[in-house]
């Protein structure tokens, strides 16, 4: 009997996955991610890649920017370009959420493989699809995929470039700190143990005629107060008891 090849498989679109059910037109608000992946001697066994993505919030302002190095068993540029969408993802994930999310890139095959319109050939790019839509169920965030020219691309391809230096930049809000600041205590004073006539102090009555003198000092005795303030023997002094010592107050007469 004549031999005929097996037929090509088909793939997978994996149609039933739970992600899909957020799939929708892009809206007013919806943050973009902007992603694009490279490979040098793609398809060799020294193939080396890299990845990268921009996020550009509802007003076309970019919060977030990041690449690194493609790590895969074999890197190829169709690996790069998923990897990218994955870490954008996970990214989102981790952060602010937006009302949306839409998803651009020069790559076909991923905008259509992503969205179930393409099926998906080959178990490693199978394997970081579901990865991504794995993501966005937990999300749960509407989501969108555009397919754009490579020229209105040119950013995400920057950053994918071999001799552009590794970049992981944000302008993500972050919480601000709250300090509460403890008032600094205010140092008792203890009296003096040794009472000086310095120490007296005169209060005036301001617009009394008479012009009371009031003097405050520490004394160990009511003798001692009359000595420090000069008070005669028809002031009157009154003794207020503190722990430490004694104050005693020497009420002058007329000024």
Known sequence: MPRFPAPAARGDKGLAHPALRLFQRPRDGFWTIRFDGSCADNGSAFASGK???????????????????????????????WRSVAEAVREIEAGPRPTGLLFEGDSRLVVEQLTGAWASKKAELTAIRDEVRDAL?????????????????????????????????????E?????????????????PTTPAKEQASELTTAGDPARLRLFLVVARSAAEARALTGAGDGDRVEEVTLTAAKV????????
């Open 51 to 81: 990845w990268g993505f921009l996020i550009l919030d509802a007003a076309g302002r970019p919060v977030r920017r990041k690449s690194g190095d493609t790590v895969a068993a074999a890197v190829t540029n169709n690996v790069s370009e």
């Open 175 to 191: 919480a601000e700190e709250t300090v509460i600041e403890e008032p600094e205590p205010t140092p008792a004073t203890a009296p």
């Open 248 to 255: 005693l107050l020497s009420v002058g007469g007329v000024g």
């Open 137 to 173: 169920a937990r999300v749960g965030l509407p989501w969108a995929a555009k397919w754009i020219p490579r020229e209105e691309n040119s950013e995400a391809d920057e950053l994918t470039r071999p001799e552009t230096p590794i970049e992981d930049w944000s302008a993500w809000p």
